[in-house]
């Protein structure tokens, strides 16, 4: 069976589609879609007939793509108000079998038994050991024998009003959440390596309306903060200083602004009609300094943030989001972060960093299957033969979202 999944990342400007194919361990781009988003602010459902809407063109663009609608979906939720459990659990087995996925999975779900409280749902659960007959400590037992298998996790949740909106709109068009996650677990995911797994690090993902900040303690999401700032800041900047419209500032700040002023000259520059109807000249240097102005601000704000999070040392500090490709963005976040990676999307199809929390889905929705030894693919067989011959360039059974880990879990 072919390895395809889907994956769904609501934004406030855009609603970013990807469907992706794992080969060897790789993530292959099949379709990239990203269309207008509308009725949706802050990551949250607020007008449900306008995200449908765009949630449906989405849907019919990658259709357009690949030749077939993607039917299933990992879909992301709002962190806002999420909460990180340190769990442990424990279970049986027949000392004579080997451990399946089955019997990892029974394990983590001991963990969580009746201890999530109510109003909230569980985004995901991450083992951070488990152990084989109370002494053996293992990453991964599959396939290893005992007479106990235990574990200790960390439990993600997050309010439920983050997360029903969005199931019911998805349900509107047909489409079915397989499973559900949050924003930092993709971006770290699409730049996981062995440095970020064993070590204590965070990840900031600027947003239109808000900036994400997340702490890693040997790859376990372990606290996360919203800040409410973003790319939105800077357009309304540009638009103050030079009485310009907001999308005039969009395209100032996309298309001739810097990150770092003393790289920018002042001879670049391009004139506007501002909202009185005046003629307003622009030059590069003078636009830089504002929205270098905003960013350091931005990004100072994420470092008070990451300092009040942990007090663990970090080894790393990896940023995310479409506005790290402004550029000379990166001297910038090194003059205020040491050990900084700024996010470089390299899938063929997707290069651009807008698209890292949408791939990270994927990723990280195969490690889950990995962790399992599942297979899943958001197609049928015959619906995987179909597209095959099309080529086109590029937890408990009470709760909201059982359905969602009854099928993870069960089939």
């Known amino acids: ?74 879909v992301g939720v709002p962190i806002l108000g999420a909460n990180y459990y340190l769990m442990e659990g424990a279970i049986s087995l027949n000392p004579e079998e080997e451990i399946t996925g089955n019997d990892i999975m029974s394990v983590l779900q001991a963990s969580i038994y009746k201890k999530i409280p109510d109003g909230e749902e569980i985004v995901s659960i991450i083992p951070s050991k488990f152990r084989i007959n109370d002494d053996e400590v293992v990453a991964n037992p599959l396939g290893m024998k005992g007479a106990k298998l235990a ?10 009003k983050n997360v029903i909106p969005i199931i019911k709109c998805l349900e509107k068009i047909n489409v079915k959440v397989v499973d559900i996650a949050i924003g930092p677990l993709g971006d770290f995911y699409e730049f996981k390596d062995s440095v970020n797994t064993s070590d204590v690090g965070a990840l900031i993902n600027i947003g239109f309306s808000k900036t994400e900040v997340s702490v890693f303690n040997k790859g376990i999401l372990t606290s996360s903060e919203v800040i409410d700032i973003g790319s939105l800041n800077i357009d309304k900047d540009l638009s103050y200083v030079y009485k310009i419209s907001l999308d005039d500032a969009t395209y100032i700040k996309e298309n001739m602004a810097l990150a770092d002023k003393n790289m ?21 240097y003078d636009a830089s300094e504002v929205v270098m102005g905003r960013l350091e601000e931005i990004l100072n704000l994420a470092k008070k ?59 990280y929705y195969d490690s889950r299957l990995r962790l399992r030894n599942r297979d899943f693919s958001i197609f049928s067989l015959e619906e995987q033969n179909e597209l095959g011959g099309y080529r086109k360039v590029n937890i408990n059974d009470n709760s909201i979202l059982g359905k969602i880990f009854g099928y993870f879990f069960d089939n």
């Not at 990807?18 to 459902?45: D, Q, Y």
């Not at 574990?151 to 439920?160: D, L, N, Q, S």
Request: proline share 3%; net charge positive; with cysteine.
């Open 1 to 74: 069976m072919r390895k395809i999944i889907a994956s769904l990342d609501i934004g406030d400007v855009e609603i970013k589609l990807v469907v992706g194919e794992i080969v060897k361990n790789k993530l292959n781009i099949l379709a990239c879609i990203n269309i207008p988003s509308r009725g949706v602010k802050k990551g949250f459902i607020i007008n449900p007939e306008s995200a449908i809407e765009s949630l449906k063109e989405a849907f019919s663009k990658a259709e357009e793509t690949i030749g077939i609608r993607p039917s299933k979906v990992i």
């Open 151 to 160: 574990t200790k996790a960390v439990a993600i949740t997050v309010p439920r």
């Open 264 to 284: 920018a000259t002042p001879s670049e520059a391009i004139v506007l009609d501002n909202i009185m109807g005046q003629k307003v000249k622009i030059n590069q």
């Open 305 to 363: 943030q990451i300092n009040l999070l942990t007090k663990k040392e970090i080894s790393y500090i990896i940023i995310v989001g479409g506005m790290t490709e402004i550029s000379e963005f990166k001297y910038l976040a090194e003059q205020i972060f040491k050990n900084v990676y700024v996010g470089d999307i390299t899938e063929i199809g997707a290069r651009h960093n807008k698209y890292s929390t949408a791939l990270g889905y994927i990723k």
